[in-house]
């Protein structure tokens, strides 16, 4: 049966959420980036409920604390939550904050990749990379090879926050120079990204006792649209409005993050608690291409 927008619709409001997860993640450490808002914060929220000491990663300090603040109202202790603050449009702050992050957990269980941005015009960064693609793909790859030892040091996981919305990529125009720039395909150009490089790291990581798997939560009633103005932003922000909440939609990431269920398992793409196929697994010499192209453009500049 085809789903209508407006099938669709009823259905994001009437699907509940699975039964809260009941895992002991005591003595566990995570790290969630965009835990200011939506999706990551309620993912965090649910691995410090669990027990895990969690670093909630915002672009800004003052976001990043206030988050904490939220969260140690909620219930968490304050020995659990830490935070540290990035702009992961920018390289070189993502750099750095990987840095500290191996610092702070040299024994780091769950790495939640879950930041993203859906700019409204095209955006070169200082760096000369395409906002969207340098916030929701490169940091991700960027904090995967600094911080896979850690994780693998371990025997913990690594969630790329991905998305059924996913394609678009040309190689040859990363940053949208060539091509006439469109916000919906730049952001389905990441997240079909963030596929490939997921499966290229989980032929690196095998065996080593880290796992990498990747999660779309839904359709989310979350503040991704609210940079775009007038008409169009408008109809998205009331668009958002009629999807699932953000608790609901955090569910296949903690899922992913601590479940006994999916332990051991790695290269998979995850909806609901249930495994989707994915057209881009097979293309092994594809995903080795951009994993090798994203290399080089995090690779930090010779002083």
């Not at 409001?13 to 809260?20: E, G, I, M």
């Not at 000369?128 to 896979?148: D, I, M, P, Q, V």
């Not at 490939?196 to 790291?201: G, K, T, V």
């Amino acid at each position: 049966m085809t789903t209508t927008p407006l099938r669709q619709t009823v259905m994001n409001l009437v699907r509940r959420a699975p039964p809260p997860l009941r895992v002991d993640l005591r003595g566990k450490t995570a790290v969630v980036t965009g835990a200011t808002s939506g999706i990551g914060k309620e993912a965090a929220w649910e691995l410090a409920r669990m027990g895990a000491r969690v670093t909630l990663v915002g672009r800004t300090r003052d976001k990043a604390k206030a988050a904490l603040e939220e969260l140690v109202g909620r219930g968490a202790t304050r020995d659990q939550l830490a935070y540290a603050a990035a702009d992961l449009a920018r390289t070189g702050a993502v750099r750095g904050l990987a840095d500290e992050l191996a610092a702070r957990h040299p024994r780091l269980d769950i790495l939640l990749s879950n930041a993203g941005c859906y700019p409204a015009a095209r955006t070169i960064t200082p760096d000369g990379f395409e906002e969207s693609w340098a916030t929701n793909t490169l940091a991700y790859e960027l904090l995967t090879t600094r911080l896979h030892p850690n994780v693998a040091a371990a025997g913990g996981r690594i969630v790329y926050v991905g998305s059924t919305q996913a394609g678009d990529l040309d190689e040859t125009d990363l940053d949208w120079a060539r091509r006439r720039w469109n916000g919906v395909r730049a952001y389905r150009q990441t997240k079909q990204a963030n596929r490939m490089l997921a499966w290229a790291w989980a032929r690196r990581l095998a065996g080593s006792g880290a796992t990498i798997n990747v999660a779309h939560p839904g359709g989310v009633n979350t503040n991704i649209p609210a940079r775009h103005p007038g008409l169009y932003g408008a109809l998205a922000r009331v668009a958002f409005a009629t999807q699932r909440t953000p608790s609901h939609g955090a569910d296949v990431l903690v899922w992913l993050c601590a479940s006994p269920e999916v332990a051991g398992k790695s290269g998979g793409f995850y909806k609901d608690r249930r495994e989707l196929a994915c057209r881009w697994q097979a293309d092994v010499a594809a995903s080795e291409r951009l994993w090798a192209t994203c290399q080089a453009q995090i690779e930090e500049p010779a002083s």
